[in-house]
């Protein structure tokens, strides 16, 4: 427990200008922020197009499945 206590994040990998930018663009309500799942790459969405993105996928029938398995058992 003591070594998680001591544990901290390690130093931004940006320039000082380039950490500030991105605090300053995670604070903002309006957009969202995530990383694609192949390649290194961070993408910068308008949070009301995510959010309609999101719905169109949740809505398909196509996309996902429900499943009557109990994974967690």
């Known amino acids: 427990m003591f070594i998680l206590q001591k544990h901290r994040p390690p130093p931004c990998a940006l320039s000082g200008l380039e950490c500030f930018a991105l605090k300053e663009l995670q604070e903002r309500q309006d957009i969202v ?4 799942d192949k390649g290194n790459a961070t993408v910068i969405l308008d949070k009301d197009k995510y959010d309609d993105k999101i719905k169109t996928l949740l809505q398909d029938p196509s996309t ?4 009557t398995l109990k994974p967690m058992k």
Request: glycine letters at 0%; proline letters at 0%.
């Open 33 to 36: 922020i995530i990383r694609v």
């Open 64 to 67: 996902y499945v429900e499943t």
